[in-house]
Structure formats: C-alpha cells, structure tokens
C-alpha cells in the first residue's frame, strides 16, 4: 500500500481537482507492470480512480493520465483473478465490470488486491 502524501506531486494535484468536498481517499495501491512508472490505484468513499503518470519527449515534461474513474453506483460487480504468472510473483488482477466495459487493474500484490476487492464489494452493497 502507498501513502497519498508520498505520490508525485501531479498525481496529488489531478486527484484533487476531481475529488468532490465530501469525498476521503480510502486506501491507496500501486499497481502495472511498469516499476519506474506503475498504475497508482485509489479507492475514494465514491469511486475507484486509477492514474498513471506519463512523459513526453523527455524525461522533464510529464502529465497524468486518468485511466479509470468508475463511481461505485456504476459498479456491477467487481472480481480477483490470478492466473499463472500471478500465481508465481504473488499478484492479482482486479477485474471491474460496468455496463458495456471491464477495467482490469493487473499485477496487484495479492494482499492489496484482497483488501481492495473487500473494500469495493462492501461500497457496492451499500
């Protein structure tokens, strides 16, 4: 699991500007397969956000890029699946289903994974 205040300053920046007044970040996990550049993943008492930062042309021009914002009330139903390379390394996918599209949130720590699945189920069903 990341602390909010430890990611880039850009991520914090953007994720700011799209949280509502009344709206707390849950927990917050790393996730990808990139290790210089992973999916940063945040669970908000509304909606599962997940970011990742890019660069363009060199390495002092970045920006953020929302890959995910999916409202719980969106939400049909939300799985964890491991196959064989998940298996091995300790990860997870998380699999988001809304109507017409799934977001897969891929190379999760299995712990994470659980905890973040536990976490939206719970906020589905209320």
């Known amino acids: 699991m990341a602390d909010f205040e430890n990611l880039p300053l850009r991520i914090q920046q ?3 500007a799209e949280l509502q007044t009344d709206e707390r970040v849950s ?3 790393l996730a990808g397969s990139s290790l210089l550049h992973p999916d940063i993943v945040l669970i908000t008492s509304l909606r599962v956000l997940v970011l990742d930062e890019k660069f363009m042309g060199s390495l002092a021009i970045s ?3 929302i890959r995910c914002n999916v409202f719980f009330s969106d939400i049909l139903a939300v799985k964890l699946a491991r196959i064989l390379k ?3 390394f300790g990860q997870a996918r ?3 289903d ?3 599209n799934t977001y897969w949130i891929d190379n999760m720590r ?3 994974a659980r905890r973040a ?3 939206i189920t719970e906020q589905i069903r209320r």
Do not use: F, P, T
């Open 63 to 65: 920006y953020a890029n």
């Open 14 to 16: 953007v994720v700011q």
């Open 117 to 119: 699945h536990q976490l």
């Open 110 to 112: 299995l712990r994470d």
């Open 27 to 29: 927990m917050c996990v």
């Open 98 to 100: 809304v109507k017409r």
């Open 86 to 88: 998940h298996k091995i």
């Open 94 to 96: 998380l699999e988001i």
